[in-house]
Structure formats: structure tokens, C-alpha cells
T-cell receptor, first 112, second 113 residues
Framework: SQTIHQWPATLVQPVGSPLSLECTVE??????LYWYRQAAGRGLQLLFY??????ISSEVPQNLSASRPQDRQFILSSKKLLLSDSGFYLC???????????FGPGTRLLVL | DQQVKQNSPSLSVQEGRISILNCDYT??????FLWYKKYPAEGPTFLIS?????DKNEDGRFTVFLNKSAKHLSLHIVPSQPGDSAVYFCAASAPGGADGLTFGKGTHLIIQP
């Protein structure tokens, strides 16, 4: 069966510090991978998606970036965090050719 | 511009009764619709989906109805149970689906005993 991992589960970071959130998927190959953010009182916003190693598409201009160094690994990064980066970050995947996405447990980020 | 709208931030339903969650969309390119359930501090869990070629899909206590002409879908939960208390997100996808889902802001369903 397929599982998706995210870490860390919770993170408190000062403004201006760097960020690295990691997501890995097990039990499948060539998945499409996604990063979403849920800010307080808002829905889920798509940040990045990737259809393959090294292929990243950005949906929202921001100070975040994403990378996919391996087939089942998706990393969300920032060089300098802003207060507005606080939120709940979710990684998701789905099989190629299918549309149902499956989500990881999420990382709660608080920027102070 | 919000392409997927859930106009009710919260909904309170008595245990055993029917819960009806509504969702409207504006993008006529959407052809696949999903409902997710989310507990606090957890990732969303997939509940049920429907393709635009159908107008109804049923899975146990959950039924999703799609009205394409009105660009409206709804999720029916019957009978409602205490464990159904959660935030429910409606999501939509355009053909191919590779570029992600568009989510509504969610409806917080509260099942009262």
C-alpha cells in the first residue's frame, strides 16, 4: 500500500530564517506530487506541483520554492521566512492518469 | 476569484439526521469533483468523488450529487454520526488533473448528540 510522510510535524521558526520541509511517498513510482498550504481561516491553496524529477510548476508567486531531487521526494524551501508563511503545509500525491489526490499528515509552521 | 465556493462556513446537524454540504463552482472546465474530510492538525482524507459524466455517486452513508447546469454539487451524509464532525472541503479538477486541485474554503460540520 502507499503511504506519504511529512516532517517535521510542527515547526516554530523566527522571521528571516530558512525553511526546509520534506515529503516522501512510499509504495508507488512516478507519482504527481503537490504542496498545498492552509492558512488560518482559509481553504487549501496549491503552491507547487511536480510531474517528475526536477520538474516543478509554481502556482502562486511567493518566497517559497520547491524541488524534487528524487522520484518520491518533494521538498519545500525558503531562504527567508515571512510572518505570512505561517500555516499548515500539506503534501499530496496521485497516480498518473488519475485525479484523486492523497494527502500526508501535514506540517504546522509558525513563524514568529 | 474563487473558482470553488463553499458558502456555509459551518453547519450544525443533529445525530441521525441528514447532513447536506453544498459547493458551487465557476470554472466550466472542471470535470472531476471530490470531497475531503479534515480533522484539526491532520491531512485531508479523501471521501468520495464524481466525474462530470455522472450526476450521482454513492458510497455507504455518503452520496455526492452533481448538477452541471447549475455548477453545483452537494454531499449528503445519512445518517449523520458524531465522528462525522470535521471540516469538509469540496475540490475540483480540470481535465488531466496534473496541475492540482482547486479547493473551497471548507464547511465545518458539527454533529450534535
Amino acid at each position: 500500500s502507499q503511504t506519504i510522510h511529512q516532517w517535521p510535524a510542527t515547526l516554530v521558526q523566527p522571521v528571516g530564517s530558512p525553511l526546509s520541509l520534506e515529503c516522501t511517498v512510499e509504495g508507488t513510482s512516478n507519482p504527481n506530487l503537490y504542496w498545498y498550504r492552509q492558512a488560518a481561516g482559509r481553504g487549501l491553496q496549491l503552491l507547487f506541483y511536480s510531474v517528475g524529477i526536477g520538474q516543478i510548476s509554481s502556482e502562486v508567486p511567493q518566497n517559497l520554492s520547491a524541488s524534487r531531487p528524487q522520484d518520491r521526494q518533494f521538498i519545500l524551501s525558503s531562504k527567508k521566512l515571512l510572518l505570512s508563511d505561517s500555516g499548515f503545509y500539506l503534501c499530496a500525491w496521485h497516480y498518473r492518469g488519475q485525479e484523486t489526490q492523497y494527502f500526508g499528515p501535514g506540517t504546522r509552521l509558525l513563524v514568529l | 476569484d474563487q473558482q470553488v465556493k463553499q458558502n456555509s462556513p459551518s453547519l450544525s446537524v443533529q445525530e441521525g439526521r441528514i447532513s447536506i454540504l453544498n459547493c458551487d463552482y465557476t470554472n466550466s472546465m472542471f470535470d472531476y469533483f471530490l470531497w475531503y474530510k479534515k480533522y484539526p492538525a491532520e491531512g485531508p482524507t479523501f471521501l468520495i468523488s464524481i466525474s462530470s459524466i455522472k450526476d450521482k455517486n454513492e458510497d455507504g452513508r455518503f452520496t455526492v450529487f452533481l448538477n452541471k447546469s447549475a455548477k453545483h454539487l452537494s454531499l449528503h451524509i445519512v445518517p449523520s454520526q458524531p465522528g462525522d464532525s470535521a471540516v469538509y472541503f469540496c475540490a475540483a479538477s480540470a481535465p488531466g488533473g496534473a496541475d492540482g486541485l482547486t479547493f473551497g474554503k471548507g464547511t465545518h460540520l458539527i454533529i450534535q448528540p
